[in-house]
């Protein structure tokens, strides 16, 4: 299979210029529901299959997961940031290096569930009681040209949360668990 299908199961991220209400509300129950229909996916798995990588040289599951932990405790912190400072600069953090560390390479992925139910619970929250206005907010990140708005973050996020669940779904279905 085609190692860029194998890291892209769903696509490049592809940001809309702008977005409406509806959709703004769609991609927001997809943050909402992530942690849920993340558990229900790996739930079941065993140990040795949350330690197989979705693709060679990539992550484990147990890797994805945590990352997925990761990442959403920082967007949501920059969504905070982003809501009360002016065009704040948010601090940059390796992935990479994240996931290679001791907890994400061998800690019970119940620990990253668990974070991710109530990051997510605390970031809906504030997600739906966003104005529209509230999301035209902008934060900056220095490996970013452009400064990004919250719509684009939403948009990020959301693909995110899709992403990296059709990495662990599609590794299951090639392997038929």
């Not at 668990?114 to 990140?141: C, P, Q, Y």
């Amino acid at each position: 299979m085609d190692i860029e299908a194998l890291k892209y199961p769903i696509g490049k991220f592809e940001r809309q210029a702008s977005i409406d209400q509806e959709t703004r509300a769609e991609l927001i129950s997809v943050i909402k529901s992530f942690p849920q229909r993340l558990t229900t996916v790996v739930m079941e798995l065993s140990e040795e299959q949350i330690d197989t990588p979705y693709r060679p040289e990539g992550w484990t599951i147990r890797q994805v997961v945590h990352h997925t932990a990761d990442s959403h405790v920082n967007s949501y912190v920059r969504f905070r940031w982003a809501m009360t400072e002016d065009t704040p600069m948010i601090k940059a953090y390796d992935e990479k290096e994240w996931a290679e560390l001791p907890d994400a390479k061998n800690a019970p992925i119940k620990f990253s569930l668990n974070l991710l139910k109530s990051i997510h619970a605390r970031w809906t929250l504030l997600l739906e009681r966003m104005t529209v206005d509230d999301f035209s907010r902008e934060l900056g990140h220095p490996e970013w040209k452009n400064n990004l708005s919250l719509d684009d973050m939403l948009q990020l996020y959301s693909w995110h949360c899709t992403h990296h669940l059709a990495h662990i779904t599609s590794l299951m279905e090639r392997k038929g668990w």
